[in-house]
């Protein structure tokens, strides 16, 4: 970054950001299979590799760290509640799954688990026909938890409805990695990028 004589930033410099941090009120959820949906609020995107340390006598005073296990946070969702009943549904199919546990095909139907995309949208993008800036998706995610907020006779607030989700991976996606192939396409596949 250039400094001019008054200990400003140079104009060049200025001209040539690329552009603002994206803002995180724009944005829209899609579920695999469930639907679209516009949520208030999401949080939880985490995720934590585990440390293992290890030491042998002949290494000097401190151990080598090594990545280990890592874990993702449950993500919650929060929308007010509509008369659509698609999260409950998808809900009640962990129940169907678990009833046949002890059958001969055990678990094996996973139908339950769906990926979801959480799409951000920069200020000028259209949310519901734009390409996204940044997406974000949840592999082989399931319902946790559905919960509605209180009822209360004496108050006008909108009820919630809450959604928590466990999942087994985190992807980031922008720019021109939306533009899939012929071949992802024809799979339906979600693509690979870079860890979150």
Do not use: C
């Not at 590799?49 to 280990?68: D, L, M, N, Q």
């Amino acid at each position: 970054m250039a400094i001019d004589a008054f200990g400003g930033v140079a104009n060049a410099d200025l001209q040539t950001r690329t552009r603002d941090p994206l803002t995180g009120f724009r944005f829209r959820v899609i579920i695999d299979r469930v639907g679209k949906f516009g949520f208030s609020t999401i949080s939880g995107l985490r995720e934590e590799t585990e440390v293992a340390e290890y030491r042998e006598g002949t290494f000097p005073s401190t151990p080598i760290k090594i990545p280990g296990i890592t874990t993702y946070d449950n993500v919650t969702f929060e929308r007010g509640v509509g008369a659509d009943d698609a999260l409950n549904v998808w809900r009640r199919q962990i129940f169907a799954a678990a009833a046949r546990f002890g059958s001969s095909d055990g678990l094996a139907d996973s139908s339950f688990r769906k990926n979801i995309k959480i799409q951000l949208y920069s200020k000028g993008d259209n949310v519901t026909s734009g390409i996204p800036s940044v997406e974000w998706q949840l592999l082989n995610a399931w319902p946790v938890a559905l919960e509605l907020s209180d009822f209360d006779a004496s108050s006008s607030d909108v009820l919630i409805e809450t959604l928590e989700v466990a999942h087994e991976g985190l992807v980031r996606r922008a720019g021109k990695a939306f533009v899939s192939s012929p071949l992802e396409a024809a799979q339906g596949s979600t693509g690979v990028g870079p860890i979150f």
